[in-house]
């Protein structure tokens, strides 16, 4: 019965115990629940049961091992819990046996030593601890033998004997198990992939001459080697293979020289990682003939030279780590031919020079990280120009100089950018708000000076912001008590000044940090400022008094001077005044007729509402009349 890759779901009934002559039973790819019906044990029949992909739970009933004509058993990705039965064992035509990915705990039951039929047998990804049971290493018709993330302990001796003539996929990785790998491993010519990565395994790694077949061996997350040459005389036994792909030796002891027998592996391979080692000299040249490698990890070792220029043979390169070595010299220009190139890591090394302008060819960088050497010169606008950035941008710890690039409003989709510690200078661009995917931003330790730009406002999902140790003046922007997620806000020592707010990240003292900006007031009383008097709360009110008070002592000046003026003028002309006001008291009528022109309409000066106004001159002495 054959109900594979439908939408069932519920409980398995337990009407199906009915079915006493029912061989094959299929139901994996199901949303099928809870425990295994007991019923089933009435199908004494059963040869093909799969419940695999479905949310069973519970444990595996015992009485499985009832069912004597089973070949083929699969409980992988469910929820079944519990020790596996050792009645299993009796299932002597077993062929298949998988219970990958559940909650499986308990032991390796002795009797599955027994099952001489069984090819596939997988475990991986549960709980299950004790040692491996001897006799399954002598199961020779063993195809598939996965017991992979589990807890298993147990220490494997070299002189082990595993006789499994053809088994392809061998894993014992992500355990507990210490000793040496036997060298009886080399015995399994049809060996595909070969697993010991993440135990406690030390000592030499035999010679896999043998191992023609090879695709995939990973030896990583043990303490193999010594630390000294001959480490990694292994790897030369590898050269004959033509089918290797994926080499993983990385977080172990070897020692020894970089042994350039690697350049004369098969072009086959796509991953070669080293990292995490002790491994000495320069990376060899003739790397570059490896054309069709995808990953290289050479961190975290003792190489020493520069980067190879054939490094830009490996066309196909997505990533390439070289990060804490002692590497010198520049970076290749050929590195821009690397156009697959995804990740970039070589910071703490001692690389000179300017940062390659072919690095701009590299469209689909996401990650690129140059921090901690001795380049020099401006930061390409090329770089800044790589949209693809997506997980970080560090340039920090080197002599990078120049002013940071307007390129860099093309960020958008960059989560961290840091050129810290470096020697730049100049404004910062107001388009650097446009990197509004920015969760972190680094820019202390230079030389940027002005204020911050109002434009930042726009990076709302800022969680940690250093513009500490710069020349960076003006106040302190109000937009930052509104970025909700900020977390961390350096801005000491720099030439801010005015109040400092006392709300969102403010208010932690934890989060922020402000000392050497002497002219900053205000804020927390946990940050121990001085209190902002009305003289200095705000550079435009000490401006508005310093204009209300120049206005008003010139315009008091000039009419202290005008009145000075007028004093004397009446002073002089009092005598005068007197004199024609006595005068005028004689005037008869033609004089006054006289002196006004006859009344003439060029002479008057204005009408009220008693008559006209009329101005003359006296004939006798000039003087200036009105007459009415």
Not at 13 to 31: A, F, V, Y
Not at 56 to 68: D, F, N, R, V, Y
Not at 148 to 173: W, Y
Not at 533 to 556: D, E, H, M, Q, R
Request: with cysteine; glycine share 10%; net charge negative.
């Amino acid at each position: 019965m054959d109900l594979a890759g439908n939408s069932f779901h519920n409980q398995i009934p337990q009407e199906i115990g009915g079915l006493r002559r029912l061989e094959t039973l299929d139901l994996s790819n199901n949303s099928i629940s809870g425990e295994i019906p007991s019923n089933l044990s009435a199908c004494s029949k059963l040869i093909f049961v799969d419940m695999t992909t479905n949310q069973l739970t519970g444990e595996i009933p015992a009485w499985l091992g009832l069912l004597s004509n089973l070949k083929v058993l699969g409980f992988f990705n469910n929820s079944l819990r519990g020790n596996i039965p050792p009645s299993l064992g009796n299932l002597s035509s077993l062929e298949r046996l998988g219970l990958t990915y559940n909650a499986l705990s308990g032991i390796i039951p002795e009797s599955f030593g027994r099952l001489r039929n069984l090819s596939f047998f997988t475990i991986f990804g549960n709980a299950i601890s004790g040692t491996v049971p001897v006799p399954m290493f002598n199961l020779s018709n063993i195809r598939i033998f996965d017991i992979g993330a589990n807890k298993i302990e147990g220490t494997l001796h070299s002189d082990l004997e595993i006789n499994m003539p053809h088994v392809e996929f061998f894993s014992v990785g992500d355990n507990q198990i210490s000793g040496q790998i036997p060298l009886s491993i080399s015995n399994a010519p049809n060996l595909d992939v070969l697993e010991f990565y993440d135990n406690m395994l030390d000592g030499n790694v035999p010679s896999l001459e043998k191992l023609d077949k090879l695709f995939r061996l990973e030896l990583g997350g043990n303490h193999l080697g010594h630390g000294r040459e001959g480490d990694l005389n292994f790897l030369c036994t590898l050269v004959n293979n033509t089918k290797l792909g994926f080499l993983s030796i990385t977080e172990n002891n070897f020692g020894g020289e970089f042994p350039k027998c690697i350049s004369n592996f098969s072009t086959t391979l796509q991953a070669l990682s080293m990292s995490w080692n002790n491994i000495l000299g320069k990376i060899p040249d003739e790397i570059g003939n490896l054309i069709n490698l995808e990953l290289l990890d050479l961190a975290q070792n003792q190489l020493l030279g520069p980067i190879p220029f054939d490094i830009g043979r490996l066309w196909k390169l997505n990533i390439f780590y070289a990060h804490s070595n002692y590497l010198f010299g520049t970076i290749p220009h050929s590195i821009g031919n690397l156009t697959e190139l995804t990740e970039l890591v070589l910071y703490f090394n001692n690389l000179q020079g300017s940062i390659p302008l072919g690095l701009g060819n590299c469209k689909n960088l996401i990650l690129l990280d140059l921090s901690h050497n001795n380049l020099s010169g401006p930061i390409p606008p090329e770089i800044l120009g790589l949209s693809s950035l997506s997980i970080l941008l560090s340039l920090s710890s080197n002599s990078l100089t120049g002013e940071l690039p307007v390129e860099v409003e093309k960020l958008k989709n960059l989560g961290q950018l840091d050129v810290s510690h470096n020697r730049l200078s100049g404004l910062l661009p107001n388009n650097l708000g446009s990197c509004v995917s920015l969760v972190e931003l680094y820019l202390e330790g230079n030389l940027f000076e002005g204020p911050i730009p109002p434009y930042l406002s726009s990076l709302r999902g800022l969680e940690a912001l250093d513009a500490s140790n710069n020349n960076l003046s003006g106040g302190i922007p109000e937009f930052l008590v509104r970025f909700g997620t900020l977390k961390y806000l350096n801005l000491s020592f720099n030439n801010f000044e005015g109040v400092i707010p006392s709300e969102g990240v403010f208010k932690n003292t934890s989060a922020i940090f402000v000392e050497g900006n002497n002219k900053l007031c205000g804020g927390i009383p946990e940050l121990h400022l001085s209190r902002c008097n009305s003289k200095a709360s705000s550079k435009t009110s000490i401006k508005l008094k310093i204009t209300i008070i120049v206005v008003i002592s010139g315009v008091t000046l000039v009419f202290s001077i005008l009145l000075i003026i007028w004093f004397r003028k009446k002073k002089e002309q009092k005598p005068t005044t007197t004199h024609v006001e006595n005068s005028l008291l004689q005037l008869s009528y033609q004089s006054i007729l006289r002196a006004a022109d006859g009344f003439s309409p060029q002479n008057l000066v204005g009408l009220g509402s008693f008559g006209s106004v009329y101005k003359g001159i006296l004939e006798a002495n000039g003087a200036v009349i009105a007459v009415k």
